[in-house]
């Protein structure tokens, strides 16, 4: 009886998962899996601590901005033009296009250069071989069916907590290090935080989780502008489906920083200048495998994320300029919305050939997320709750709370770097 009881709850938790964890992997793109790397190999395991302190910041937010998707039937573009003056939805629109763009090309850069360490081929060959298969399919093939690959790719993530055992870590001095909190006294501390905020809490991810909000009730068969509301149920499903992703996304960050401190920083291999750099470091530090699995994440967990970043953007644009969207039309039917996507892949492709270091490039795109975050935070806070937008469905005062929380934390470090 207990047994049968058990297999409907974990069948629930996995019909659950979807939109949440999706986004939750795609944040763990190799944008941030550089900054983390940065941040292990610069400043050792001083900043394990940001891992579970990102977490419930995290998940407040994603959790605001699905509720918005659920509740009214739009994607956070939309709904930020309730309450914002058009001109300055498009000002964020196109800087989200923009620092996309810049991402999507350094995603690249991280992609080929992994690939390359695995087979000896150019990387300039795999990163316009990667930026042509993704285009096609994100062009090819509808919502439920890139939703599913991308479901299955969350699972390359957990190559980096193997990683992170191979090296054999001393789990009592981790768990000090852990949960030791100090108040940065550098710039480069300070930087460095903006830049983990920036990649964790990351505004391409806001305008992702409410569009997909809205692609799973319309595959669904759902009319979603219809809708005024969201059941209990719905919310509790997402509420799981979100904590489990934003999960994932901080467990990787921390084995993340934690393998390079105890590898690279350790024989003060500090100065990291791309993704290969890193994992070729890795090799004769923590062995073969260790370094496989490091370059395999990256370009599995780049297939998740470059769809994702090139959608936000288009989603955002087609909000903005009331154009037809979604993953689940053919290219006739939303011209506009899939030539965003085109052109910001396409320029992703072009600017690898400009030799920009795509370290650093991931890096600085992280410092800037999280320098306007913060100010697109406040947007969403005034959205997510009015009542009458919500349709008398608000984001409850815990989750105002912690939103509101973050967007003080991520003010204050975005300070603290600029005034050292």
Same mark, same amino acid.
């Given at each position: 009886m207990e047994d049968g009881k058990k297999a409907p709850i974990l069948k629930r938790f996995l019909s659950a998962l979807g939109p949440g964890v999706i986004t939750g992997a795609a944040d763990d793109d190799p944008s941030g899996i550089a900054t983390y790397s940065i941040a292990g190999a610069q400043i050792g395991t001083s900043l394990l601590w940001m891992s579970w302190l990102t977490w419930p910041l995290m998940a407040a937010v994603q959790m605001m901005c699905a509720r918005i998707g659920m509740v009214t039937g739009q994607g956070l573009a939309s709904a930020l033009g309730k309450k914002l003056p058009k001109s300055l939805l498009v000002v964020f629109s196109f800087a989200l296009l923009i620092a996309n763009t810049i991402n999507i090309a350094a995603d690249l850069a991280g992609m080929a250069d992994a690939a390359e360490l695995l087979s000896g081929i150019s990387s300039y060959f795999y990163v316009i071989f990667f930026g042509i298969c993704i285009s096609y399919a994100v062009v =090819? %093939?509808?919502?439920?069916? &890139?939703?599913?690959?991308? =479901?299955?790719?969350?699972?390359?993530? %957990?190559?980096?907590? &193997?990683a992170a055992f191979i090296i054999h870590p001393d789990?009592?001095?981790?768990?000090?290090?852990? %949960?030791?909190i100090s108040i940065p006294k550098s710039k480069e501390t300070w930087e460095t935080i903006v830049a983990i905020l920036g990649t964790t809490i990351s505004p391409y991810l806001f305008f992702w989780q409410a569009a997909q909000e809205v692609e799973e009730e319309k595959a *669904?068969?759902?009319? *979603?502008?219809a809708r005024k509301g969201v059941t209990k149920v719905e919310l509790i499903d997402r509420m799981m489906d979100v904590g489990t992703g934003t999960f994932l996304s901080n467990i990787v960050m921390f084995f993340i920083i934690l393998t390079t401190a105890l590898t690279l920083n350790k024989n003060g291999l500090t100065n990291i200048t791309s993704a290969k750099e890193a994992a070729e470091a890795l090799r004769p530090l923590a062995g073969n495998l260790a370094m496989l699995l490091y370059t395999v994440g990256i370009v599995a967990v780049g297939l998740?994320? &470059?769809p994702t970043l090139a959608g936000s953007a288009a989603y955002a644009l087609a909000e903005t300029f009331n154009w037809s969207q979604g993953l689940d039309k053919k290219l006739r039917q939303a011209g506009a919305f899939y030539t965003v996507i085109l052109l910001s892949v396409l320029c992703g492709i072009a600017l690898n050939f400009l030799h920009i270091n795509p370290v650093q490039a991931l890096f600085w795109t992280a410092v800037i997320n999280g320098l306007l975050a913060p100010f697109l935070l406040i947007g969403i806070l005034l959205v997510a709750r009015d009542r009458r937008i919500m349709h008398g469905h608000p984001s409850t005062k815990l989750n105002q709370g912690v939103v509101a929380i973050t967007t003080l934390f991520m003010f204050m470090a975005a300070i603290g770097m600029v005034a050292l």
């Open positions: =090819k %093939f509808r919502y439920h069916q &890139i939703a599913s690959v991308l =479901k299955w790719l969350a699972l390359s993530l %957990f190559a980096y907590v &193997i789990w009592s001095m981790v768990a000090r290090r852990t %949960f030791s *669904m068969g759902r009319r *979603m502008r998740l994320a &470059i």
